[in-house]
């Protein structure tokens, strides 16, 4: 008798009661999205006194079905108030987007530090610099492969009010960081430009709709934060849509409940210049090309507002990296001169690294990286890298040290492990009798190149230099 009486007086009683604690009212106060909280939970504490007065311990049918109409109310008046009234549970137009506010350098120790807080979403990014030891090594089907750029995200129980064990991630923080990934990566320096490697890791702090895309835009602030010469800011938006039979209604940046009851979530990542990640899940069995259009262009001016309000924040990228960040320069030396770097055995570039304490590392073409968070100790090691790779060149004059005296001249040491010939002749204007009448072994003199023949020798004039 009871579920009878439940299934036939719930569903007008409930609506009364729903009338006097209205969302609607939520519309004609000054703090709509708090009064729509109010409201979401009075209207908890009607279903829990309802399934109190008809429930039954014994059959939890009835319970159910209160649940499930009451779900289907709250379905009903959220998307009748978008239809109708053109108006959202927390007292925002269909284009209206929620409250935002962007920090940086919120953790002091870190290469960059962004939050990003839109409504009840909030992500805090931090992002790390690393080297090419840092890069991800991923072991695919067609082969092993490297990133570079990673990020990762994380969304802990209590950002949205849960208690319950930590695990390994998840398959949706697998989707949601892969889609912030994409949407990020296409900003993203090259390596010839921005040598590092790149981590950023998005905390979810709390959420309410579209988290992956509050994600985006600290992930794009954060690296601006650190120094990273991207592209262009990015920013992200969740788009949602309300059909009933012709009629229909797109709206921006949804909240979870617009998300549970709506019929599409369309995340469109992207510049003022275009998109760079897009995803759509939809409920409806079709979606017409013009309200995808629609749902785009609106999803642009969201993104574009969104982009101004992380420009009152940072609109560029700092011009130099943290100072905690380690420092990478780059020497393109020529490839035949690598063995002299390295030494045999190691040696040379060993001890390039125990004088100076600089990591460096070099590759079969040529290329050098010199990696060290102190500034000067870099500068030392790039100053001993260039004078052991450096090429003789024509016409430059060299301060040299004489290694060997001979009859015909002397052989001056003015790169390491490069030798030249002074002839006799190029030691003076003035006619010389003997070669040690002008020089000894051990001495250093100034001297000029003038000619490196097609076997590499190079002839060297004192006298031309003294003329300078």
């Known amino acids: 008798a009871q579920a009878l009486e439940c299934r036939f007086r719930l569903p007008d009683y409930v609506i009364l009661r729903l009338d006097k604690l209205s969302m609607r009212h939520s519309l004609e106060t000054r703090t709509p999205f708090l009064d729509y909280r109010l409201a979401e939970?009075?209207?908890?504490?009607?279903?829990?006194?309802?399934?109190?007065?008809?429930?039954?311990?014994?059959?939890?049918?009835?319970?159910?079905?209160?649940?499930?109409?009451?779900?289907k109310l709250h379905k009903k008046i959220i998307r009748d108030m978008i239809l109708l009234e053109k108006k959202r549970i927390d007292g925002r137009g269909v284009k209206d987007i929620r409250p935002i506010s962007c920090e940086l350098d919120l953790l002091p120790c870190t290469h960059g530090s962004a939050l990003f807080t839109r409504g009840e979403t909030q992500a805090l990014a931090i992002t790390t610099l690393g080297t090419s030891d840092d890069e991800q090594r991923v072991e695919g089907l067609d082969g092993d492969t490297s990133k570079t750029f990673m990020l990762h995200?994380?969304?802990?129980?209590?950002?949205?009010?849960?208690?319950?064990?930590?695990?390994?991630?998840?398959?949706?923080?697998?989707?949601?960081?892969?889609?912030?990934?994409?949407?990020?990566?296409?900003?993203?320096?090259?390596?010839?430009?921005?040598p590092y490697t790149i981590r950023i890791v998005s905390e979810i702090l709390e959420s309410n709709g579209s988290s992956s895309m509050a994600s985006v835009c600290s992930g794009s602030l954060s690296l601006m934060a650190a120094g990273v010469p991207i592209k262009s800011p990015v920013s992200g938006i969740a788009m949602g849509l309300i059909a009933e039979g012709e009629e229909l209604e797109v709206i921006s940046d949804i909240l979870g409940d617009e998300d549970h009851i709506g019929d599409?979530?369309?995340?469109?990542?992207?510049?003022?210049?275009?998109?760079?990640?897009?995803?759509m899940d939809i409920k409806t069995l079709s979606l017409t090309q013009e309200t995808l259009e629609r749902a785009l262009l609106q999803a642009k001016e969201g993104r574009i507002f969104i982009l101004d309000k992380m420009a009152e924040a940072v609109n560029e990228p700092r011009r130099d990296i943290s100072e905690k960040a380690p420092r990478i320069h780059t020497l393109q030396v020529n490839p035949d001169k690598v063995r002299d770097?390295?030494?045999?055995?190691?040696?040379?570039?060993?001890?390039?690294?125990?004088?100076?304490?600089?990591?460096?590392?070099?590759?079969?073409?040529?290329?050098?990286?010199?990696?060290?968070?102190?500034?000067?100790?870099?500068?030392?090691?790039?100053?001993?890298?260039?004078?052991?790779?450096?090429?003789?060149?024509?016409?430059?004059?060299?301060?040299?040290?004489?290694k060997k005296i001979m009859?015909?001249?002397?052989?001056?040491e003015i790169l390491p492990g490069k030798d030249g010939l002074v002839h006799i002749s190029q030691l003076s204007e003035r006619r010389v009798a003997s070669v040690r009448d002008v020089l000894t072994e051990g001495d250093e003199v100034s001297v000029k190149v003038i000619e490196i023949d097609g076997q590499g020798k190079i002839?060297?004039?004192?006298?031309?230099?003294?003329?300078k």
């Open 459 to 467: 002839r060297l004039s004192r006298k031309e230099a003294l003329l």
């Open 341 to 402: 770097l390295i030494g045999p055995g190691g040696k040379t570039i060993k001890g390039i690294t125990e004088k100076t304490g600089v990591k460096i590392e070099v590759d079969d073409n040529g290329k050098v990286m010199v990696i060290s968070s102190d500034l000067e100790s870099l500068k030392v090691a790039e100053e001993i890298i260039k004078k052991l790779t450096e090429e003789a060149e024509v016409g430059k004059i060299y301060n040299g040290k004489v």
């Open 41 to 71: 939970n009075s209207v908890k504490e009607l279903e829990d006194s309802i399934i109190e007065k008809f429930g039954s311990e014994d059959d939890e049918s009835v319970s159910l079905e209160i649940k499930t109409i009451f779900e």
């Open 153 to 194: 995200y994380k969304f802990p129980p209590f950002s949205v009010g849960e208690v319950r064990m930590l695990r390994g991630k998840s398959r949706r923080e697998v989707g949601h960081g892969n889609l912030a990934e994409k949407a990020l990566n296409s900003i993203i320096p090259e390596s010839e430009k921005f």
């Open 407 to 412: 009859d015909f001249g002397a052989f001056v």
């Open 264 to 279: 599409m979530d369309l995340k469109v990542a992207g510049t003022r210049d275009g998109v760079t990640a897009i995803q």
